[in-house]
């Protein structure tokens, strides 16, 4: 794997223990996360937020299928489970676009779509 691809792995690691430091450490300061139709974030703190969104219970399964690398840009995809407060557990696919920048991810442009 390129460096970047290992950013990517020890964020998604860290996204499946709810390490926050370890998922925090992979990013920029100024870091945007847009999570398209959903929520945008700017910078570490927002992000931050997210990580443990309280409308979830726990750390989402995330088995991240494909990877492809051009340049500064990093693309997943994937599948994921997660336990939602008010309707309980979910299957769901994802798309993750990370764009690098000085060694770290600057911007996340996830896409998430639920699956039966």
Same mark, same amino acid.
């Given at each position: 794997?390129? !460096? ?5 792995? $020890? ?9 926050? !430091? ?31 969104? !309280? ?8 088995? &991240? ?7 500064? &840009?990093? &693309? ?19 798309? $993750? &676009?990370?764009?690098?920048? $000085? ?10 779509? !639920?699956?039966?």
């Amino acid at each position: 794997m390129t !460096p970047q691809q290992n950013l990517v792995a $020890d964020y998604f690691e860290g996204f499946r223990s709810s390490d926050h !430091p370890r998922i925090l450490a992979t990013l920029t300061d100024d870091v945007e996360w847009v999570i398209h139709g959903h929520r945008t974030t700017h910078g570490k703190a927002e992000f931050d937020s997210e990580i443990e969104n !309280p409308a979830f219970e726990g750390s989402p399964a995330l088995d &991240v299928q494909r990877v492809y690398e051009d340049g500064a &840009v990093v &693309v997943t995809t994937g599948e994921g489970r997660g336990v939602s407060v008010g309707h309980g557990p979910f299957r769901f696919a994802f798309n $993750d &676009v990370f764009t690098f920048r $000085d060694g770290r991810i600057a911007r996340v442009d996830s896409y998430v779509v !639920p699956l039966p």
